[in-house]
């Protein structure tokens, strides 16, 4: 089956420390893409990429990088330099062009 | 700056009435998504309405567009309890490729 799956489903961790989010895609889609979203709101673009080896900063990309070095892997680090990281982060994929976007299941990180 | 604004941001109904959730956005655009978020859950896909006029059935649920007056409807049709969940329009951003604009999300609850 073609999907975007997201590991961990729940992740914690302590104030300080840096923390990956694997995002993986089979559906040989070329753009990529890092959401974060808060209790009652919104998602707000992290990161995004069209294309191997090319990623572009979003809307709150501070705190935060990222990686594209294969087509189907979009892993996102969450830095110290983040203020606020506790959030539900979604990675989504989609086509080129107009199409919308498929989203996987999420990461739930806690920092403490 | 696009911004994406849905009302209202939180809608008690009653099972077997009738209701519309409405998106409106700021600069022009062709391309609007719905989707549908149960608590905890990642985002699922409803419609993408792809032109002025455009308009998505799916059960209960209708969608529309109207790109000149940059608004969008998400109506709801004798609902059931089943529909209870937040649903969040899209916009693309024009000259981002493929960009996504999210507005707040609407939360449903449909009560027996």
């Known amino acids: 089956d073609g999907g975007i799956t997201q590991s961990p489903k729940y992740l914690f961790r302590k104030e300080g420390q840096n923390v990956t989010l694997s995002c993986e895609q089979n559906l040989n889609h070329d753009a990529m893409y890092w959401y974060r979203q808060d209790p009652g709101q919104g998602l707000r673009l992290i990161y995004y990429s069209q294309i191997v080896n090319d990623f572009q900063k979003g809307d709150i990309a501070e705190g935060y990088s990222v990686s594209r070095e294969k087509k189907e892997s979009f892993p996102l680090t969450v830095t110290s330099a983040q203020k606020n990281p506790t959030a539900f982060y979604l990675c989504a994929s989609s086509e080129t062009g107009r199409r919308g976007q498929y989203f996987g299941p999420g990461t739930r990180l806690t920092v403490t | 700056e696009l911004k994406v604004e849905q009302n209202p941001l939180f809608l008690s109904m009653q099972e077997g009435k009738n209701y519309t959730i409405y998106c409106n956005y700021s600069t022009t655009s062709d391309r609007l998504y719905w989707y549908r978020q149960d608590p905890g859950k990642s985002l699922e896909s409803l419609f993408v309405l792809l032109s002025n006029g455009a308009v998505k059935q799916e059960g209960r649920l209708m969608a529309s567009l109207d790109t000149k007056a940059r608004l969008s409807t998400l109506h709801i049709t004798a609902a059931v309890h089943d529909l209870s969940a937040t649903y969040f329009c899209a916009v ?4 981002s490729g493929s960009r996504l604009t999210f ?3 609407t ?6």
């Open chain 2, 92 to 95: 693309l951003r024009e000259t």
């Open chain 2, 103 to 105: 507005g707040e999300g």
């Open chain 2, 107 to 112: 939360q449903l609850t449909v009560n027996p």
